[in-house]
């Protein structure tokens, strides 16, 4: 399709490939996609208006929130409530799943969101995104339980992320490819920028947050030492590292330019298999990974293929180029965990 084509008109053309589309999937990125604007519009208005700064409160996860973080909450559980396209709705923000108010159709899907992914970069004016992952509801119709959305990630219908930067990106795959879309601000639409988006097999340049190198198991302290070493080390070529604290925005470069980004296991909280998670950060770019020809693991398995065994599981995520993610597992095969 041309480049400025509207993302109406991709769904439209998308669903159209389908004989027994009943539209719906269409409806439900269409009404999310208001919520992303909208909080674009909060991100981009946040030295303005008064949403910068800590909400007060802690989630699930024991983590600050931030204002934002809760109103771009809000924005994706407003959008969705009343459309009947979504059984439940499950997010980093919220302990349980959301239900919908009684009097609201249940739909046939399930929508598992980040809202606010990179929460620490947003009072300092770096990329911030929102994830989300859709997936089949097992009943539809009916008000979604925990247990429902315990789905491993191969079984997602589509899964994306925006990230609000220079400018505004929505990049989405229904297992078709990945596309990537640019909001034109002056229009309030959203308009193809890359279509079938390929991450290169091979990189040269890597993303972990190297201030825990101390608590890294033995794996990744040799992983990192060779790529520091550059062309006089094992690897034979000189590595980069960038590393920006949002997945959203670490990740999108990996998506246009290559890489690969690591957030391992480590010691610090040796309770703890991780810090990200897995059905609203891990799986959905996982599944954009794959689908854009890079891979995804938690250093030794398909992360697609990890049976979720509650809402807010965390795992070490490494994602990215093809054979950099098969590299690190060998090193995992080789060098072990602690
Ligand atoms: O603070 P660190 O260790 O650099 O971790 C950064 C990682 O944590 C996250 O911010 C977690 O996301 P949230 O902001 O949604 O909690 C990732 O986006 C990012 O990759
Ligand atoms: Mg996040
Ligand atoms: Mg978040």
């Known amino acids: 399709m041309d480049i400025g084509t509207t993302l109406t008109h991709f769904l439209l053309e998308e669903e159209r490939k389908y004989n027994d589309a009943s539209g719906e999937f269409t409806r439900l990125m269409s009404d999310l996609t208001t919520a992303i604007r909208a909080i674009s519009s909060a991100v981009n208005r946040a030295g303005i208006e008064d949403v910068l700064g800590q909400a007060g409160a802690t989630n699930v996860q024991g983590e600050e929130q931030k204002k934002l973080d809760v109103l771009a909450n809000t924005l994706i559980l407003q959008s969705m409530e009343a459309m009947g396209h979504v059984a439940g709705l499950a997010s980093e923000e919220m302990d349980e799943p959301y239900a919908i108010p009684a009097g609201y159709p249940k739909g046939k899907y399930l929508l598992v969101f980040d809202p606010l992914d990179g ?14 992952s859709i997936l089949k509801a097992p009943r539809p119709g009916v008000d979604a339980t925990v247990e429902d959305f315990l789905q491993a990630g191969a079984e997602q219908v589509a899964a994306g992320y925006t990230v609000y930067g220079g400018c505004t990106q929505l990049i989405y795959s229904t297992g078709n490819g990945v596309h990537a879309f640019t909001l034109d601000p002056h229009v ?4 193809l920028a890359n279509q079938d988006l390929k991450i290169p097999h091979e990189t040269a340049e890597y993303a972990i947050n190297a201030s ?13 030492q060779d790529c520091e070493e550059g062309k006089d080390g094992p690897c034979g070529k000189n590595f980069n590292m960038r590393w920006v604290g949002s997945m959203v925005a670490d990740f999108h ?23 990200l998670r897995l059905l609203y950060e891990a799986n959905p770019m996982g599944f954009l990974a794959e689908q854009a020809g890079g891979a995804c693991t938690d250093g030794m398995r398909r992360m697609l293929d990890i049976q979720p065994e509650s809402l807010h599981q965390r795992v070490p995520v490494v994602i990215g180029s093809k054979e950099e993610v098969d590299r690190v597992r060998e090193y995992y095969e080789k060098y072990g965990s602690a």
């Open 119 to 132: 929460s620490s970069n947003i009072d300092v004016n770096i990329s911030v995104g929102t994830i989300f």
């Open 188 to 191: 309030g639409e959203f308009v």
């Open 212 to 224: 825990n190198r101390r608590f890294w198991e033995p794996a990744i302290q040799q992983y990192v």
């Open 253 to 275: 470069r990996i998506l246009m330019r290559g890489g690969v980004f690591l957030y391992p296991r480590d010691l610090k909280k040796p309770e703890q298999p991780g810090k």
